[in-house]
């Protein structure tokens, strides 16, 4: 949380960006991309994300341990969705058939 | 070992196959943690009496900060040596989890506070399970309510018992008699009460039980009631025309419309018929309706019995491994 | 020669206790001090609570025969047992008192970062405690502290939806304790006071800070979902909508698992202290025993499926869970390794804080240990959900995290109250709290093995006399825990006056008087050392 | 013009020693917080993982009920509200206690617009019988699946939405402050901390506009 103050013409910037990245989400989730879907829809919602935690909340001037907490955040939600997942997503693998 | 002296046992019976290999992993564990613990103690205590505070030795001479090296091998060697347990018991945990091809299968329902099984040759039994000596018994277990868990622990074996799905375990009984069966997952008020009896029989007398309380076989039943729902009107043996064909189809991959593989198991035969516009094949439309509500656990269990017991009459090419068998050449539409 | 830098005991220095005595001061204090002996009260009064439901369900297993009445109430006592042990006593106990009394103190600073924020925790528990004795008044509820659905939410007909808000809200306390200390640690030490020169309770309350602040809401919105269920009658965990109930065993013990590591970490950083000072001699591998705390809050949160092994979870992720749950023992055994290590070429004395520590290396090492038969998977179908897990998490959460906290209590008991607790009453104590928990939770590894399942009201005969061995445990334990209760108090008005640093300790919390003013020191001390050197004694100096 | 009357100068509180170190323990303090903020909203996305994957057909057939225009627009407004908040920080870096206001309430308003609009979105899917439980009178396919997905529709964005309410809340109590002439050039660390708060409950509308209205 430096002090530093970020001119209106960066926020401005931020602003338009975040726009066309909404608008850009919607039109490409018109096209069909199948199992790509997903993956792009998320790529854009994390491209958004930095755009707000480093320039609308100062990320990029805070002091490092400020974009750890961020980090360590990201990192424990993803032990949380890749531990479930890992369950559900082998469930099919070594299936107890029998006659 | 067994207590017999102390008038109560310190050991739990062994009968089965498992349950010897269980045992080796057991003892293996125990002499492994023993030792460590003892070390520890014995060090604990050897150091606290001969390095106690007297006259003279208010303060430890040597004031050692540590030692990388000691560090680093007390983490390096425990991480090996956690090795061996843990391979050991991953391996029986797969070869409990996968039965073998001639497994006799009995079905088991958990309800609220009694086991319910269900032989292929129709016979029922509460609360006591009537198994023979010598061959792998596979149960597919589900559950009407509550999660439960099915825990014998002769045979060193637990599985839990989930409502809207099939779990299932096997085991191989070595020893005859009768055997502790519990609930081992906390089900509401008589979850101590809900219990009952294993007995391992030798196959003569397990023969000669099941002629007894033999009655209308299970995929008999689900014959009837396959009838009975109108299944026959889309699923027939002689057009694909509506619907896909059952014959042959359990054990088999299946590709659905969003291009998954999936293996046609009890489960898959269960959810096609509670919600069925979950997974739709490649090629036919989602128009079965559900029967969620109209057909009992019971009922389920027997028409999977039923599907599962149409084997294909002649000895069919097996289909090359990941190719579905049921291409969707036939026409779209209904 | 230790450089003594006594505080002159001025005869009636103002100190903390003596700045406010109306009730108003103490309920509206924000000095960490007495919010740390506001939560040592309310966590006693719980601990009661909790040891009266063991003590009639031990009473209950005296027979084999658990009749119908039996099972409804048993079913109640074990989960209230469970409920308020795990969050009313084990969880707050070492960070919310002894952590909330000396980590501004070890730090150097004259309070916690969010003072009102701290005091409004207590509050926050008091009001889940509320929750949980309304509960327990009006009729109890029989899901176990583990709240399975679909039971939980649909079979259940006890007061499952004020036991869940309880808990819910009582997850806040333990998230703000935790942020508090989170912050504290980072931006309040005192000049000169580096990291690696913190002294370990401080590591370990740091690490248990982390797992604290970044499990609790996981726990907080599971029990949401479970009170929205039962409410509104629909849910996610419900089969006939398509649900899993596994799904919230997932999200119940990504954080139940973590949490066993708050209620020990703690008590580990306790044991980190006691050793060094009372051998007198540096605690061996320093850097190896902070950096241990900081493995074991994060390797906690990748073993959770070890819970599920049976529960019908995929054989590939059981494998994963079972390998992961290996990697997390190995710093508990750096720990106890080190511990013992440091013992080697000391001065050991045995006041009562050193029994208990060394109590704790011996049953908790006998609980981790066991715990390597959990983390194998086949020995694991065996014995899950019998008393053998029972006995594993007794050993170590009575074994380990009591033992601890009853080794802090009297460890920082002088500088508490100013005033010293019978010696030889508090090593009889600790013998015979010892001697009890070892009769009580020993056999019950051997029924675990037997096959004796877990809440059990009644079981068949060959399991008797093992239980009747076990209850009779039970009572001397309680004996056991009688006799601190009563000394301590005892010793508030009768105890002998305790100088500023009556253990010879070098943290900084020894170098202010006992009991320490109300901002805890004079002048902000400069710290010049690390811990534990009893060459050059106290980390800082009063010249600061 | 300098709009900086020192109101009065503000003493550090007493635990901290200087008002640099009470501005890095609050700003410290917020982001543990937001931590806690996400893994309580991350236990929600592992249940709309799950059941994403194991009912995907049910998830799409949902995710036709949703009105795509309103969620883009609200989008749209959360990130204007966004923007607004970084002015206002802006501003009370800069000490313009007028600009601060300003920005402020359009902050607060642009939340309630969003507010208005997910109401209207709600009273949509209760009119088509699309809310779970008792209101639930929706006949067609994957009935079951499709409760758990609105279930989770309304469960998360309700989440929000009241994350948002009490975004709105204190936003309206920075605005009294600053009309007290509170804030100044050297101490504003209330509305850095708030504005901190308030980008968290964009980023996580972020995430939910996509998974719900835009899936494949």
């Known amino acids: 949380m430096a002090d530093r103050v970020i001119p209106t013409r960066t926020n401005l910037m931020v602003l338009i960006g975040l726009l066309a990245l909404t608008l850009a989400t919607t039109l490409i989730a018109r096209v069909d991309l199948g199992a790509w879907h997903l993956p792009v829809a998320l790529a854009i919602a994390a491209a958004k994300t930095l755009l707000i935690t480093l320039y609308f909340m100062h990320l990029r001037w805070s002091p490092g341990l400020l974009g750890l907490m961020a980090l360590g955040a990201v990192l424990w939600l993803a032990i949380l969705l890749g531990g479930s997942m890992d369950d559900y997503a082998t469930r099919v693998w070594l299936l107890p058939l029998g006659r | ?334 | 020669m230790i450089v003594a830098t006594v505080a002159l005991e001025r005869p009636h220095e103002e100190t903390y206790l003596s700045v406010g005595t109306t009730a108003r001061s103490w309920l509206l204090t924000t000095d960490h001090k007495r919010i740390g002996i506001l939560y040592m009260v309310s966590i006693t009064l719980m601990f009661l609570v909790g040891g009266v439901a063991a003590t009639f369900m031990r009473i209950t297993l005296l027979s084999p025969g658990g009749g119908v009445v039996a099972m409804e109430t048993y079913n109640k006592l074990f989960t209230i047992h469970g409920v308020i042990m795990v969050w009313f006593f084990l969880i707050p106990s070492i960070p919310s008192v002894l952590g909330n009394f000396v980590l501004p103190m070890m730090l150097g600073a004259r309070d916690v970062a969010f003072p009102r924020l701290n005091l409004a925790s207590w509050y926050i528990f008091v009001a889940g405690s509320l929750f949980l004795l309304w509960t327990v008044v009006t009729g109890g509820v029989d899901t176990g502290w583990t709240f399975y659905t679909p039971y939980s939410t649909q079979y259940a007909t006890s007061h499952v939806v004020s036991t869940t808000l309880g808990v819910f809200i009582v997850g806040f306390s333990s998230i703000l304790t935790g942020l508090n200390f989170i912050v504290t640690t980072h931006r309040m030490r005192a000049p000169g006071l580096t990291w690696f020169r913190l002294p370990l309770f401080v590591w370990s309350l740091y690490a248990t800070s982390l797992i604290l602040v970044l499990a609790t809401p996981v726990l907080g919105i599971t029990l949401i979902l479970v009170t929205l269920e039962r409410w509104l009658g629909i849910g996610i965990f419900d089969p006939a909508l398509g649900g899993d109930p596994l799904l919230f065993q997932h999200l119940f013990w990504f954080y139940s698992h973590p949490a066993v590591y708050i209620m020990i970490l703690p008590g580990m950083g306790v044991i980190s202290e006691l050793i060094p000072t009372f051998s007198r001699k540096r605690l061996f591998g320093y850097t190896f025993v902070a950096g241990a705390s900081i493995a074991i809050a994060v390797l906690g949160f990748l073993v959770w499926g070890h819970h599920m092994f049976t529960a019908g979870m995929s054989t590939h992720a059981a494998l994963v869970f079972s390998m992961l749950s290996y990697l997390v023992a190995i710093p508990s055994a750096i720990k106890v390794f080190n511990w013992t290590a440091t013992l080697y070429r000391g001065a050991v004395s045995f006041e009562t804080p050193m029994l208990y520590a060394i109590g704790f290396i011996g049953l908790f090492t006998t609980g981790g240990m066991t715990g390597l038969f959990l983390a194998s998977l086949a020995v694991d179908v065996h014995v899950t959900d019998t008393y053998f897990v029972i006995a594993h998490f007794h050993y170590i959460m009575v074994g380990g995290m009591v033992t601890a906290y009853m080794g802090g209590l009297h460890y920082w008991w002088p500088k508490i109250s100013g005033r010293m607790y019978p010696e030889n009453l508090g090593r009889l104590a600790a013998m015979t709290i010892f001697l009890g928990f070892n009769l009580t939770f020993f056999p019950q590894y051997i029924l675990g093995y037997l096959g004796m399942p877990r809440r059990y009201a009644g079981y068949p005969p060959e399991f008797h006399v093992l239980n009747v061995l076990s209850t009779a445990g039970a009572s001397i334990l309680a004996v056991g825990y009688a006799l601190p209760l009563a000394y301590l108090l005892w010793s508030l008005r009768y105890g002998e006056r305790a100088s500023a640093n009556p253990w010879g300790g070098t943290t900084l919390e020894w170098t202010t008087s006992s009991p320490p003013p109300e901002h805890n020191f004079a002048h902000t001390p400069i710290v010049t050392h690390g811990p534990y050197d009893y060459v050059r004694g106290p980390q800082g100096d009063q010249r600061g | 013009m300098a709009d900086i009357r020192v109101a009065y100068r503000h003493a550090p509180a007493p635990q901290f020693d200087d008002l640099v170190q009470q501005r890095e323990a609050a700003a410290l303090g917020m982001w543990v917080f937001l931590v806690t903020e996400v893994m309580l909203f991350g236990g929600l996305f592992t249940v709309y993982t799950v059941y994403r994957w194991l009912h995907h057909p049910a998830f799409v057939e949902g995710s036709r009920h949703m009105a795509l225009v309103a969620g883009a627009v609200n989008t749209a407004v959360l990130i204007a509200s966004s923007f607004t908040m970084a002015q206002a920080v802006q501003r009370a870096q800069r000490g313009l206690r007028r600009g601060l206001l300003g920005f402020l309430a359009s902050t607060a308003l642009l939340g309630v617009v969003f507010l208005g609009l997910k109401a209207y979105e709600y009273w949509s899917h209760y009119a088509e019988g699309l809310v779970p439980g008792a209101l639930w009178t929706y006949a067609g396919q994957h009935s079951g699946p499709l409760q758990a997905f609105f279930f989770l529709y309304f469960a998360m964005t309700g989440l929000h939405a009241v994350h948002l309410t009490v975004g709105i809340g204190l936003v309206t109590g920075l605005i009294v402050l600053a009309r007290r002439r509170r804030f100044t050039a050297a101490y504003h660390t209330p509305v850095e901390v708030i504005g901190l708060y308030w980008h968290l409950i964009d980023v996580i509308w972020v995430f939910l506009f996509p998974l719900f209205y835009l899936i494949g």
């Open chain 2, 1 to 334: 070992m067994n207590g017999q002296g102390l008038g109560f046992p310190l050991f739990p019976p062994r009968a089965s196959a498992l349950a010897d290999r269980v045992d080796a992993l057991f003892f293996f564990l125990l002499a492994l943690t023993g030792i460590v613990t003892l070390i520890v103690a014995t060090l604990v205590i050897v150091f606290a009496v001969r390095y106690r505070q007297r006259p003279g030795r208010v303060i430890a001479p040597s004031q050692t900060a540590g030692s990388t090296l000691l560090e680093l091998a007390w983490t390096i060697v425990p991480g090996l040596l956690f090795v061996v347990p843990f391979v050991w018991g991953a391996r029986l945990y797969v070869d409990a989890a996968v039965p073998p091809p001639n497994a006799l299968t009995i079905t088991a329902i958990g309800k609220q506070w009694m086991w319910k099984f269900q032989h292929q040759g129709g016979q029922r039994e509460i609360d006591s399970l009537h198994v023979p000596l010598g061959r792998p018994v596979r149960l597919l277990l589900t559950s009407e309510d509550v999660i439960h868990s099915l825990y014998i622990p002769a045979f060193r074996m637990k599985q839990d018992v989930l409502p809207g799905r099939y779990t299932t375990v096997w085991f191989q009984a070595d020893r005859a008699g009768d055997f502790h069966l519990f609930c081992s997952e906390f089900c509401g008020t008589a979850h101590s009460r809900m219990g009952g009896q294993v007995t391992v029989m030798q196959p003569e007398a397990y023969e000669r039980w099941l002629a007894l309380g033999a009655s209308e076989s299970l995929a008999s039943r689900g014959a009837k009631l396959f009838q009975q729902l109108g299944c026959n009107t889309c699923h027939r043996g002689d057009s694909l025309q509506r619907a896909p064909g059952l014959v042959g189809l359990y054990g088999r991959p299946v590709q659905l419309t969003d291009g998954r593989i999936v293996t046609a198991d009890e489960d898959y035969l269960r959810e096609s018929i509670v919600e069925p516009a979950s997974k739709i094949v490649l090629g036919w439309q989602p128009i079965m309706p559900s029967f969620k509500g109209r057909v009992t656990d019971d009922e389920l269990l027997q028409l999977v019995a039923y599907i599962r017991s149409l084997e294909p009459p002649a000895p069919e090419p097996f289909a090359p491994e990941g190719q579905p068998l049921f291409p969707a050449q036939r026409r779209q539409g209904g």
